[in-house]
């Protein structure tokens, strides 16, 4: 991190571009860009304006008559501030940060806040910084939130656990802005200083708190939003959701690869609520980012479900801004930075070009060419160096009765099935297996499966919430420590495995999380993956890693699966 500049260095470096400003807003300069007979969206009149935007030095000097050295004709067209996605995990997409920005560019997001508590479950701090390097510089502005719950819980093997002193110092970075989801309400609920800590920490340096609190209610959510948890990004429920943001909560609606909250939220998108209303994603695949958009999108369907485009706009740009302290991010007018994007109309929201800090970065179809950060080497090679275990062989995946974990459709909850003694593939009964490769311990966790319908086989991820260790479903123990061997060798990734054979793989290098090569392979790779393991007996409903990935998060009920065996989460206890 850079040393802190001096207030004195700092109004000395910008009053040049300032007084600049000034001149241009007053039109005895010409602008750098002027966006000509635009018609853009005021969010503070909340209404459609016309004029000419003039731009000097990356913000917008006025709105009105200009002139610029550079000036764009945008009539027919409408204009809107860069969109905003108010919560997500980078790491979700399977790509680098660069490859992210890539992809969400071209459908109009300038800005987004991430919680990196993905890669710091398996890197520590050292995760953050990475990320914060892999997202300096982009064509979006990548803001973080601090990981609040690393690990999850204390049942979980993650590769570091992390309490407040040890983010602490992030809190300087300028694009870190507070504490992320507070997945511990529990904790919060039930007076743990230590979780109560982090929170007062984020408190003492004037930053948000985010929340993650699905279905809490009554007095324990006034004690979880007293102890100064701002926002939920977890509700499910209209209902859930008012009570929430009766109580002061902002409430992010939630619509992204795994859960979409979206139609059940809409009443939130009128004139009473929508001013504590923002849009996020959470988790955003490969595909969806390819083929179904990122913010765009939420607004395409705000507004196809009848929501006020003028509400659904500022939902997904203004209100974030607002709620985060970005004070110059979220509106077209003067002072505010050129994040400018250009579409078509209410009906179909295409973006046809996008302006960050008044410099075109997507237009024609094309994302102009930008050069990917620069990562310190020491701290690359750590990222693709995380795993450490010794191979695993057949023998030590034997098991006699076990419990059985009952997948349950579209879910991601689970339910109890009893106890099984063995594999049997016609009962859709499979071995399941979590493999710690953290710290070389030789945990392994073991049960059963219900509800995967794989028929032979074997299939292995690296991507298990939060810890990521490795989890594995099969059909034979062969297999099953095959593809277990398999993802370690290629350091991360998924791996589906059939007698003994590779049949389709997605190497996943960093952190065991992310891939180095371009979204579009990455793509091609996870669904030739998924055709394999749906080749193999997985029904075309079920995502076959997505739906992996969480039977290893010992939050959710009832049955998970932890290094440490089959967990009970209603009891709270091993099976």
């Known amino acids: 991190m850079k040393p802190q500049e001096s207030i004195a260095d700092k109004v000395a470096r910008k009053l040049p571009k300032k007084l600049r400003l000034i001149r241009v807003a007053r039109g005895e300069e010409k602008a750098d860009v002027v966006f000509k007979n635009a018609t853009y969206l005021n969010v503070f009149s909340n209404d459609f304006c016309h004029g000419d935007i003039a731009v000097a030095d990356g913000l917008i000097a006025g709105v009105g008559q200009y002139s610029g050295h550079t000036e764009i004709d945008v009539s027919g067209r409408f204009i809107a501030p860069g969109l905003i996605d108010a919560h997500i995990h ?141 926002s939920d990004h977890e509700c499910s429920s209209c209902q859930n959701a008012l009570e929430k943001l009766r109580l002061g909560q902002f409430i992010m609606i939630r619509e992204g690869t795994a859960a979409k909250n979206l139609r059940a939220l809409l009443p939130l998108l009128n004139q009473q609520y929508y001013a504590r209303c923002m849009f996020a994603t959470d988790d955003k695949h490969p595909l969806d980012l390819l083929e179904g958009g990122h913010i765009d999108h939420i607004i395409r369907e705000a507004i196809a479900c009848g929501v006020d485009p003028v509400i659904a706009i500022k939902v997904a740009s203004h209100h974030a801004a607002r709620y985060f302290l970005m004070n110059n991010k979220g509106a077209i007018a003067p002072g505010y930075l050129a994040d400018i994007v250009v579409f078509d109309n209410f009906r179909s929201f295409q973006i046809e070009q996008v302006y960050k800090r008044g410099r075109c970065v997507y237009a024609d179809g094309e994302v102009l060419p930008f050069e990917a950060p620069a990562i310190d080497p020491l701290l690359a090679q750590q990222a693709h160096d995380t795993f450490h275990l010794a191979p695993v062989t057949a023998d030590r995946l034997k098991a006699g009765e076990l419990p059985v974990i009952g997948l349950v459709p579209g879910e991601i909850i689970t339910q109890n099935c009893g106890r099984a003694d063995a594999v049997r593939p016609e009962n859709d009964i499979l071995k399941i297996a979590v493999v710690e490769r953290h710290h070389n311990t030789g945990h392994i966790g073991l049960g059963y499966l219900k509800g995967y319908g794989l028929k032979r086989g074997a299939v292995a991820t690296s991507i298990a919430h939060d810890s990521h260790n490795i ?100 009891q709270w206890k091993y099976l």
């Open 90 to 230: 980078l790491e979700s997409s399977l790509v680098s940060p660069a490859e992210f920005a890539r992809a969400v560019v071209r459908h109009g997001t300038t800005t987004v806040i991430t919680d990196p508590h993905e890669i710091a479950n398996v890197m520590g701090v050292e995760g953050i910084r990475y990320m914060l390097q892999a997202t300096e510089g982009l064509p979006i502005d990548v803001h973080f939130m601090l990981p609040s719950c690393v690990p999850a819980t204390p049942l979980d093997e993650s590769g570091y656990s992390l309490d407040y002193t040890a983010i602490d110092p992030l809190y300087d970075h300028p694009r870190v802005l507070g504490l992320a989801e507070m997945m511990n309400y529990v904790g919060i609920v039930n007076g743990d200083a230590d979780v109560v800590r982090k929170i007062l920490a984020s408190q003492a340096h004037h930053k948000k708190i985010d929340g993650h609190a699905p279905e809490l209610s009554g007095a324990d959510l006034n004690a979880y939003i007293a102890a100064g948890v701002y």
């Open 471 to 570: 989890i594995a479903v099969g059909a034979s123990d062969a297999d099953l420590a095959a593809a277990i061997n398999r993802i370690s060798a290629l350091r991360g990734g998924i791996v589906v495995v059939e007698n003994g054979a590779v049949v389709a793989e997605l190497p996943l290098p960093v952190a065991g999380l992310m891939s180095d090569a371009p979204l579009e392979e990455v793509n091609d790779l996870l669904e030739s993956a998924k055709a394999a393991a749906h080749a193999m007996g997985v029904p075309p409903a079920v995502d076959p890693f997505m739906t992996l990935s969480f039977v290893s998060l010992p939050v959710i009920p009832a049955l998970k699966i932890t290094t440490q065996g089959v967990f009970d989460v209603e």
